[in-house]
Nanobody, 129 residues
Framework: QVQLVEPGGGLVQAGGSLRLSCAAS????????MGWFRQAPGKEREFVTA????????RYADSVKGRFTISRDNAKNTVYLQMNSLKPEDTAVYYC??????????????????????WGQGTQVTVSS
């Protein structure tokens, strides 16, 4: 059974940093892409960043480019989201997701939540001003 487990959310002041992790288990993810999405109250789920498990490709939303970094640790089967220079508008529930790498590369598939088959439970990130 595939599981994506995300500890690591929390409360941070504007300008601060936070690192989220996503521990993946239950299958090989070598042919998968991993993504991070977020959803603020009253808003739709939005793309934050994604990468192929091989590390050959990464994508970022314009709103986080230069501030957030996605990475993975193959030995731990874990994907990370390092968030720096946080802003109050980054406040949301953050979700880790996994989907076949083919959908990642098909058009703008990496942006689309429907391209991902597996989702974590979500973790709250709150940035105070």
């Amino acid at each position: 059974q595939v599981q994506l487990v995300e500890p690591g959310g929390g409360l941070v002041q504007a300008g601060g940093s936070l690192r989220l992790s996503c521990a993946a288990s239950g299958r090989s993810f070598s042919s998968y892409a991993m993504g991070w999405f977020r959803q603020a109250p009253g808003k739709e789920r939005e793309f934050v960043t994604a990468m192929t498990w091989s590390g050959g490709s990464t994508r970022y939303a314009d709103s986080v480019k230069g501030r957030f970094t996605i990475s993975r640790d193959n030995a731990k089967n874990t994907v990370y989201l390092q968030m720096n220079s946080l802003k109050p508008e980054d406040t949301a529930v953050y979700y880790c997701a996994a989907g076949p790498v083919g959908r990642y590369y098909y058009g703008l598939g990496y942006l689309n939540p429907a391209s991902y088959d597996y989702w974590g439970q979500g973790t709250q990130v709150t940035v105070s001003s």
